[in-house]
Nanobody
């Protein structure tokens, strides 16, 4: 059973940084895509970053240049380093995983992912 557990959320001021972690267990599939998503109240879930098993990455325009996704395979953990945070980054952040394979990897479409964590809250104050 694949499980994902996020951590690292919190409250910061505008311009601050946070690093989110997504610890993955229950899988040894060599081919994967891991994504970070966020959802603010009243808004749709947004795929903001993803990384696949050959370390290709994809970012949403809203976070490109400020956020960095990385995968430490020895720890089976995916990180999201978030710098220069803005109030509009306030949301619940989720990590997700898929092992189906696909020509559109790394994908940021929620429908492509099968396993989801419970989320961690990020709040940025101005």
């Amino acid at each position: 059973q694949v499980q994902l557990v996020e951590s690292g959320g919190g409250s910061v001021q505008s311009g601050g940084s946070l690093r989110l972690s997504c610890e993955i267990s229950g899988t040894t599939y060599p081919s994967y895509c891991i994504g970070w998503f966020r959802q603010a109240p009243g808004k749709e879930r947004e795929g903001i970053a993803s990384i696949d098993s050959v370390r290709y990455t994809s970012y949403a325009d809203s976070v490109r240049g400020r956020f960095t996704i990385s995968h430490h395979s020895s720890e089976n953990t995916v990180f999201l380093q978030m710098n220069d945070l803005k109030p509009e980054d306030t949301a619940m952040y989720y990590c997700a995983a898929t092992y189906r394979g696909g020509t559109n990897w790394p994908t940021r479409r929620a429908v492509d992912f099968d396993y989801w964590g419970q989320g961690t809250q990020v709040t940025v104050s101005s």
